[in-house]
């Protein structure tokens, strides 16, 4: 280490402090070397260790104050490597970590922060512009040395004509580099770059004091693409080297072969169990480098005995879970089907039917439902298909003031559920009767219409992702496809009442706010909905206004309209017709906003914006968006 500064306060409290070592190589490396104020990078400005296994070097700085920035200045004549990987730690009074960082390949100079509100100090390197009046011939590469190690941070080489105009050379990788007196840098051009005796070389460079010389040497180029390290040099000669040409030719064979085959085959990732288990501890306090006894795979034995036939791994656990003579895994099914259907489950809290959780209110009920799902063969199909062709499910709705009085949360099973949809079904419902739903089934996920700024803004850990809303017949799929990204599912059905999935549910909460109704009015899914189902009610409804406003109402709400319901319907239309016929510019408007599908040409489009209203109004019911 050549160098530890640590600001506090905009302080260098570095210089103050005591250092110490694991070990000292020499009296010429001892630690207090890297607090001398020296940052050269040489090996007389470093403290330096003995070889040993988790070496370190601590400074002691008196007393607890805050820290703002460590600044580690590496080795730059040898051997920078040795700091690669290094972890720096900052302890308290107590001597326990407060924080941690970690440096890959360490650079010569590393900056940490740990107090992004503080002023980084500043430390800036010398600005030079060189230009060489007698450069002739081919130039080809430039050296860079000097008496004492240093370091270029940037540089640019340019011909200057005799008019003064500058043309940049090209140069091979980075126009950066460490040097040494024995260890020069070498910047070399792309191609050889002829000087006449007019021409002027203009070499401007950010770094350390530096002596410069050119060079016409071909070789120094072609020894800047040869890379630093064994293994680097020999993945460079395998890829350059005349002689593995055949086994190049091969291997690029292969790779295309896998290419072509990865790209014919649908591939997912998996989770795979290890082929040896790694030992797992209980930690003591919770502390992971203070293990105490070993601990194997296993079940809740309180639930039911983990068989020893069984695997210790995933296999096992899903065969247990599954086992018939385990109480709890048909009984968990069962009450959450139950719960989909009619509100609420058997059990209440369908996300405890532990001691903490509710009493079921049909225990035998409870029982037998989840016995002939077992029998069955777990039979989701066989069990909805039992639930929904009860006489307790077909069961009328419709509530009396004795069964308000006595079964408020229908627990014991009186009347039908009657309950709002959820955020999926209602959308879906309204492109069900509208006829814009897409039945197909399978395939990947859609993105549907919603704000994509949100997307992006609110992502967990890649607030860079995009959103490239669908087009055609994906934007009509059933809402099982959207694409949910955790935390931002489409704005209608979180308003609609959806989870954010940021966290397991098993049960959604009711909600009810004047968001909803906004949402059913203006968002574009339901706007769109609304003028195809206008479209459809046009052509498929009748001929009268009556007959098309019944045709809708029955489709919406699964019954027929009452009198005193058509005669506030038809009065809506004819109110909205008339608007819409004074003003046309307002009808196209009206038809236009909301949805990528285009009004139809054949049909008038007072007539077409006045009928959309009036759907608008009827898929917004509350019996349109109810289960009843």
Not at 391 to 409: F, G, H, N
Not at 458 to 484: D, E, M
Request: net charge positive.
């Amino acid at each position: 280490i050549s160098e530890v500064e640590v600001y506090s306060l905009g302080n260098n409290v570095g210089r103050l402090g005591k250092a110490s070592q694991s070990s000292d190589y020499s009296t010429a490396g001892l630690a207090s070397k890297a607090i001398d104020g020296n940052a050269d990078g040489s090996f007389g400005s470093c403290s330096c260790t003995k070889e040993q296994k988790d070496a370190w070097w601590e400074i002691d700085l008196g007393s607890e104050m805050p820290i703002d920035h460590v600044i580690i200045f590496n080795r730059n004549d040898c051997c920078p490597e040795r700091l690669d990987n290094v972890s720096i730690s900052l302890l308290d009074s107590s001597r326990k970590q407060v924080t941690q960082r970690k440096i890959g390949d360490a650079p010569f100079r590393s900056v940490l922060t740990f107090n992004p509100g503080s002023v980084l100090p500043e430390w800036q390197k010398k600005n030079y512009e060189l230009i060489f009046a007698s450069v002739t011939g081919p130039l080809t590469a430039i050296s860079l040395s000097g008496p004492s190690p240093g370091i270029i941070e940037s540089l640019k080489l340019e011909r200057l004509s005799v008019s003064g105009q500058a043309h940049e050379l090209k140069i091979v990788g980075e126009a950066k580099g460490k040097f040494s007196k024995k260890n020069p840098l070498i910047i070399g051009l792309e191609k050889p770059e002829n000087f006449t005796d007019k021409d002027r070389l203009k070499i401007s460079l950010v770094g350390d004091d530096v002596r410069v010389s050119i060079t016409d040497n071909s070789s120094a180029v072609e020894r800047k693409k040869v890379p630093e390290g064994r293994d680097k040099r020999l993945a460079h000669f395998r890829e350059s080297w005349s002689g593995f040409k055949e086994q190049r030719s091969t291997l690029a064979a292969a790779k295309k072969s896998k290419s072509d085959l990865e790209g014919k085959a649908k591939v997912s990732m998996i989770a795979a169990d290890e082929a040896k288990p790694r030992p797992t501890h209980v930690l003591i306090r919770g502390e992971y480098d203070k293990p105490g006894e070993l601990v194997e795979p296993a079940a809740p034995s309180s639930i039911m005995t983990f068989s020893p036939d069984l695997p210790k791994d995933r296999s096992g656990l899903a065969r247990w879970i599954t086992d018939p003579k385990n109480p709890l895994a048909a009984r968990v099914a069962v009450n959450r089907y139950w719960q989909m259907i009619f509100g609420n489950g058997i059990v209440k809290t369908s996300e405890d039917l532990g001691t903490q959780g509710r009493r079921p209110t049909h225990q035998s009920l409870l029982d037998y439902l989840a016995i002939d799902f077992i029998e069955s063969g777990w039979d989701v199909k066989r069990l909805i298909r039992k639930i929904v062709t009860s006489a307790t499910y077909r069961q009328s709705s419709k509530l009396t003031r004795d069964i308000v009085e006595m079964d408020p949360e229908n627990e014991l099973l009186s009347h039908a559920p009657r309950r709002r949809l959820g955020a999926e079904f209602i959308r879906d419902h309204a492109l069900s009767v509208s006829g814009l739903l897409v039945n197909k089934i399978g395939g990947p996920g859609v993105n549907p219409y919603q704000p994509s700024v949100l997307f992006g803004r609110n992502a967990i850990g890649a607030s860079n992702v995009s959103f490239t809303q669908s087009k055609g017949q994906s934007l009509y799929r059933r809402s099982l496809y959207t694409y949910w990204k955790r935390q931002i599912p489409a704005a209608n059905m979180r308003i609609l009442g959806a989870d954010g999935r940021n966290s397991c549910r098993t049960r959604r909460e009711r909600t009810n706010t004047p968001l909803q109704a906004l949402v059913l009015l203006n968002d574009p899914q339901f706007v769109e909905a609304a003028r195809a189902f206008a479209e459809r009610t046009i052509r498929e409804g009748g001929k009268s206004a009556e007959e098309r406003i019944a045709f809708a109402f029955r489709l919406a709400t699964s019954r027929k309209v009452t009198g005193k319901e058509l005669r506030i319907l038809l009065a809506e239309y004819s109110d909205r017709l008339a608007e819409f016929q004074s003003n046309k510019e307002s009808a196209k408007a009206y038809l236009s906003g909301g949805g990528e599908r285009q009004a139809p040409a054949d049909i008038e489009s007072a007539e077409l914006a006045a009928t959309a209203a009036v759907m608008s109004l009827i898929l917004n019911l509350d019996e349109s968006i109810s289960k009843s």
